[in-house]
C-alpha cells in the first residue's frame, strides 16, 4: 500500500508515473444516502487501484455533471464544457509534472462530458495518455434473490456497497423503494432523462428497491469489481507502454520513395543515430528507384526501406528504419515485404541484420550467412603509409575494380561501386602484383564516421596494406570499418591494435537460394549494411 502523499516533498519523492483522479458528483441519492456517494464510491476505488498500481493519488473531483438531478436541492452540477476544462487543466497540471498516465476513474453514470474530452486529448498523442475507468462495469456479481432494479440509481446496488464500505452514512429505514410502473404501455428509459430529469421517474429520486441492499451483497459486488477491474486496467496500461499512439497503425501507407523524401528519411536515420549522408539517400534511388520505399502518415515520412538490385540476381535490403513513435506496429515488415514484392525477380535477397532486426528477419524466413564487426574510433592515430604496390584507383581501374568485386562480392554493383568511387576520391585505392589487380579499398565520408569499405584482397596483409592508404590521410577524424568475420582475423585484430573499438555486431542473412556467396574469406570489409 502506498504511503499517503501529503506534503510537496512527498510527491517530489513519488517514484511513478501514473496518478489516478477519481471522479464523482454531488447529487441527491433519495432519503438514504448521502448527496457525496458518488465521490464516496469514486475515491474507494481509486484507493484501490492506486494501491495496487503504486501510483500516486488524487483527491475526488466532487462537481461534476449532474444536471439530471436538477430540482433536488442540494444537488450541484457544472456545466459539461466547465467540467470538460477542469479535466483538461487537471491533465495539463499533472503532464508538467511528469505524469505520463492518468487514470480517470468515475463513478457517476451521468457524467457523459468524460468520453469526448478524454478521447480528444488521447487522440492528440500527448505524452501523457488518459485511461477511463468505470467501476460500476466490472460489478458482475448481483445480489442474490429477486433483482429487478438493482442497478438504478441509488437502489439496490449503489446501497448495499454503501453498506459495505462506509455502513454510517446508510440509513435504510428512510429508503423508499420505486418500483417500474405496470401501468405505463411505453415506460422512460435511462437515455430519457436527456429530456426528462430524475424527479420524472421517481419523485424520490431513486429508481429501484433500495430496501433489498446488505452489506454482504455490496462486499460481493466490492469484490467482483476488484477482480474485474484491476487486471483489465494493468491489460491496458500495458498497451500504452508498448505502443501509445492513439492511432496505432491506422491511417499508414507504403508508397515509393522520391527526391522530395530525402529530408524526411535522412531525419529517421538522425533519429537512429545511423551514419548515412543525402548522397546516400540519391544513391540508393539512383541504383533501384522501385526498392526505395516510405511509410507515410498525414503526409510525414514515418518509415523507410531500400533493397537494391544487383543484375536482377541479388537483391539487398537496407535503411529498414522506423520513427521510434511507430514503432511496434508491423511497419518494417510491411516495407520490406513491398521492397521485396518490387524485385520478385531476385532469386537471393540479403541484408546485414542488428540483434534486433534478426529476430524479425529470421521470422520472415531469412537466415545467417555469416557476421560482421562495426568497428569505430573517435580519433584516429597516424597511420603510415601503405607500400609501393598500393596506388589511387583511376576511372580506368573501374572495369577491373568492378570485375573483382563481382568476383569476391558475387554480384555485379557497378552503379554502387561507379558512385563510391566518385564520391570518395581520396579513399579509393588499388593494389597490384605482378600488373594483376589483386585488391580494392574504396570509402565515403558520412555524418558522424568516415566510412572504409569495402576492402577486397588475397590476404590479410593485402588488406591492412590497402587500409593503410585509405586511412592515412584521415588521422585525427572518426572512422569506422565493417569488419567480416568470413576473413582472416588478423585484419580485424590490427584494427583493435590501432585503437579501434567495437560499436555493434551484425549477421549477414540470406533469404532464397543464396545463388551470389562470393568469396567472404576476401571481403576484409564490407561496403556497409545498407549495400554490402
Known amino acids: 500500500m502506498i504511503g499517503p502523499l501529503n506534503t510537496t516533498l512527498d510527491w517530489q519523492k513519488h517514484p ?28 474507494y476505488f481509486a484507493r484501490m487501484l492506486a494501491e495496487d498500481l503504486n501510483a500516486a493519488l488524487l483527491p475526488a473531483m466532487h462537481f461534476a455533471t449532474s444536471l439530471e438531478h436538477t430540482g433536488f436541492r442540494g444537488a450541484v452540477s457544472l456545466r459539461p464544457e466547465t467540467a470538460m476544462q477542469v479535466i483538461r487543466d487537471v491533465a495539463d497540471e499533472v503532464e508538467r509534472q511528469n505524469f505520463r498516465i492518468l487514470i480517470v476513474v468515475n463513478s457517476h453514470g451521468g457524467n457523459f462530458f468524460l468520453i469526448p474530452v478524454i478521447r480528444d486529448m488521447n487522440r492528440l498523442d500527448r505524452p501523457l495518455k488518459i485511461l477511463l475507468v468505470h467501476p460500476w462495469d466490472f460489478a458482475h456479481a448481483k445480489p442474490a434473490g429477486p433483482s429487478a432494479g438493482a442497478v438504478g440509481h441509488a437502489a439496490e446496488d449503489e446501497t448495499s456497497v454503501m453498506m459495505a464500505i462506509a455502513p454510517d452514512l446508510v440509513h435504510l429505514e428512510q429508503a423508499q423503494d420505486s418500483p417500474p410502473r405496470a401501468d405505463e404501455p411505453v415506460p422512460l428509459m435511462q ?18 428497491y433500495p430496501s433489498r441492499a446488505t452489506a454482504e451483497k455490496g462486499r460481493a459486488i466490492v469484490e467482483s ?9 494493468r491489460d491496458r496500461i500495458a498497451r500504452l507502454r508498448e505502443q501509445p499512439r492513439y492511432a496505432g497503425a491506422g491511417g499508414i501507407a507504403v508508397r515509393a520513395m522520391t527526391e522530395a523524401d530525402v529530408p524526411g528519411v535522412m531525419h529517421l536515420k538522425t533519429l537512429a543515430g545511423w551514419n ?8 540508393f534511388l539512383a541504383a533501384a528507384p522501385k526498392g526505395c520505399v516510405v511509410a507515410v502518415h498525414n503526409g510525414r515520412v514515418v518509415g523507410s526501406a531500400t533493397l537494391v538490385s544487383y543484375a536482377d540476381q541479388l537483391g539487398w535490403i537496407g535503411m529498414v528504419l522506423v520513427d521510434p513513435a511507430f514503432r511496434r506496429l508491423g511497419i518494417a515488415t510491411r516495407l520490406m515485404k513491398h521492397a521485396m514484392d518490387t524485385h520478385a525477380q531476385c532469386r537471393t535477397i540479403k541484408l546485414d541484420a542488428t ?21 569505430v574510433t573517435s580519433s584516429l592515430p597516424a597511420v603510415p603509409a601503405a607500400g609501393d604496390q598500393v596506388a589511387p584507383l583511376e576511372e580506368a581501374d573501374l572495369p577491373a575494380a568492378i570485375a ?28 597490384t602484383r605482378s600488373g594483376q589487380f589483386r585488391g580494392l579499398c574504396l570509402g565515403r565520408p558520412g555524418t558522424n564516421f568516415f566510412q572504409v569499405g569495402p576492402i577486397l584482397a588475397d590476404t590479410a596483409e593485402d588488406a591492412i596494406a590497402l587500409a593503410k592508404a585509405a586511412l592515412h590521410p584521415l588521422a585525427g577524424r572518426p572512422v569506422l570499418i565493417d569488419a567480416s568475420d568470413a576473413a582472416p582475423a ?42 554490402g
Request: proline fraction near 5%; include cysteine.
Open 16 to 43: 511513478g508515473d501514473i496518478i489516478i483522479l477519481p471522479v464523482g458528483a454531488f447529487e441527491q441519492h433519495s432519503f438514504h444516502m448521502p448527496l457525496d456517494t458518488d465521490c464516496i464510491h469514486a475515491e
Open 191 to 208: 437515455r430519457d432523462l436527456t429530456t426528462f430529469g430524475i424527479g420524472h421517474f421517481s419523485a424520490a429520486g431513486v429508481t429501484g
Open 225 to 233: 469489481i476488484r477482480k474485474g477491474m484491476l487486471p483489465v486496467v
Open 276 to 283: 548515412q549522408t543525402p548522397a546516400d539517400w540519391r544513391m
Open 355 to 375: 540483434p534486433e532486426g534478426r529476430k524479425v528477419y529470421l521470422s520472415l524466413g531469412f537466415v545467417d550467412e555469416y557476421g560482421l564487426r562495426r568497428l
Open 404 to 431: 573483382l568485386d563481382r568476383e569476391v562480392f558475387g554480384a555485379d554493383r557497378t552503379a554502387v561501386l561507379s558512385t563510391l568511387f566518385h564520391n570518395s576520391l581520396a579513399c579509393a585505392f588499388k593494389l
Open 490 to 531: 588478423a585484419f580485424a585484430d590490427w584494427l583493435t591494435g590501432l585503437g579501434f573499438t567495437l560499436q555493434r555486431s551484425f549477421t549477414r542473412m540470406y533469404r532464397g537460394t543464396n545463388d551470389s556467396p562470393g568469396q567472404p574469406v576476401r571481403q576484409f570489409a564490407v561496403a556497409g549494411p545498407e549495400i
